[in-house]
């Protein structure tokens, strides 16, 4: 099979561009599958060779897309439309003719078959409360009307592809395949959930670099550090957990955010609280088993998240995790065996008194780390990725049979 994948960029430091690189790497492992990606930046993937230029053993080439500077909004218009053009002029002038277009999200109007990682009709639902204007500070109001559209456009998009049945789609959880039904009346949805790498993220590993990272992050033996990680603070649910921290101010919770988002919006949240002393933001790094190795506890209470791959992450490195129902990882976890999870999303107070039981109780901690780590071990990337071959060439299938009609 000839593939070809669209990705705007992939590397090992993004959840959905993160499972991309897995998938690929263990297709190219099969002598069976040809793969070409469409991407303007690749990293953390091994061999990758630039097309034209590739030799008669490369397993993945790289067709490279321009790419822009500019808000996101306007970057990712600028790579939805430059990576159709490439792909036209390999098509039409370089003879370059794929039997599948794999998309992890929204990345072209023709794509096969879909990895769906987040449905913007279920998130702007969530978040529309928060969007307001006359609820953020005037120093936010370009970022939230830049988001604003971007969130239109991709609502805009989603019913426009996702309502096509041409399109092969698969959820990232049965929370995503709902969310489909319900919105695109899309039923035939298979499931296929991330993994992790159990070499990677370990109760070993993370412990081995506690000491060294907490001092480093100007930790005390005393400080319960509490973990969040994500891009988009209003939808991995930040106000809820300061919310929770606030009701929390007499216990010695640290909270580290890890993310690149906009602070501003927060720091008045955060000065009226009093909490101002109990919050780090810490700027992403490849190194992320550093933040789980400072961590005594991961809390993950999103307003909506299709999977959480932080939360898998976290079990996997033996910490003890608190999910919301509302993240797609929530379904592997036994609310109080391996994990506990946020009935809503937006209850501070549920939240606070989850917080408390974990800082009161270290051998319920200790006891949900270790469950967690024994089922986040059974999500291997292996599992995904022959879950996802399998769907590619039923997606492939289809495709041929609906030409042949």
């Known amino acids: 099979m000839r593939l070809a994948v669209v990705s705007p960029f992939l590397d090992r430091r993004h959840g959905t561009e993160r499972c991309i690189v897995e998938q690929l790497e263990r297709f190219a492992a ?8 469409y991407s303007q930046r690749v990293e953390d993937l091994a ?16 067709h490279k897309v321009p790419a822009i500077r500019g808000p996101h909004l306007f970057a990712y218009l600028w790579w939805f439309f430059a990576n159709r053009a490439q792909r036209w002029w390999d098509s039409h002038i370089r003879g370059q003719i794929f039997d599948l277009l794999y998309s992890p999200g929204i990345n072209a109007l023709d794509a096969d078959a879909i990895a769906v990682h987040i449905i913007f009709h ?10 307001r204007f006359r609820n953020a500070p005037l120093v936010s109001w370009p970022r939230l009307f830049h988001r604003r559209l971007y969130y239109h456009l991709m609502m805009a998009l989603e019913r426009r592809i996702y309502s096509r049945r041409t399109s092969s789609l698969a959820g990232v959880s049965d929370l995503v395949a709902s ?17 992790v790498d159990t070499a990677r993220f370990s109760p070993q590993l993370r412990l081995a670099r506690r000491t060294s990272i907490r001092e480093q992050f100007s930790l005390s033996p005393g400080d319960f550090s509490l973990l969040l990680i994500g891009n988009d603070w209003k939808k991995k649910g930040l106000d809820t957990l300061l919310d929770a921290l606030a009701a929390c101010r007499e216990l010695p919770l640290t909270l580290l ?3 690149s988002d906009d602070r501003a919006a927060y720091e008045p949240i955060i000065r009226a609280s009093g909490i101002a002393d109990q919050i780090r933001f810490l700027n992403p790094s490849p190194d992320v088993l550093q933040f789980y190795a400072a961590a005594d506890a991961y809390v993950g209470p999103s307003l909506e998240d299709a999977y959480g791959l932080p939360i898998l992450e976290a079990m996997a490195c033996g910490l003890p995790v608190i999910a919301s129902s509302r993240a797609g990882a929530s379904e592997i976890i036994s609310n109080g065996k391996d994990g506990m999870i946020l009935r809503e999303a ?7 008194n989850m917080l408390r039981t974990l800082y009161a109780n270290p051998e319920l901690c200790r006891q949900l780390g270790q469950e967690a780590c024994m089922t986040a071990q059974r999500q291997t990337w292996n599992r995904n ?15 041929g049979s609906s030409k042949g009609r």
Do not use: C
């Not at 630039?50 to 053993?57: E, G, K, Q, T, V």
């Not at 022959?386 to 060439?393: C, D, H, I, K």
């Open 47 to 62: 061999g990758v060779v630039r097309y034209p230029d590739a030799s008669s053993s490369a397993r993945i080439l790289w």
């Open 179 to 195: 969310q489909l039904a319900k919105h695109f009346q899309r039923t035939d949805i298979v499931v296929i959930r991330n993994g």
């Open 346 to 352: 937006q209850d501070p107070q549920e939240l606070a």
């Open 257 to 259: 955010v890890v993310g």
């Open 30 to 37: 099969h002598s069976d599958i040809e793969i070409h990606l």
């Open 122 to 131: 279920e998130l702007y639902e969530q978040v529309r409360a928060h969007s």
């Open 385 to 399: 990725a022959a879950e996802t071959r399998g769907f590619l060439v039923e997606a492939a299938a289809k495709k």
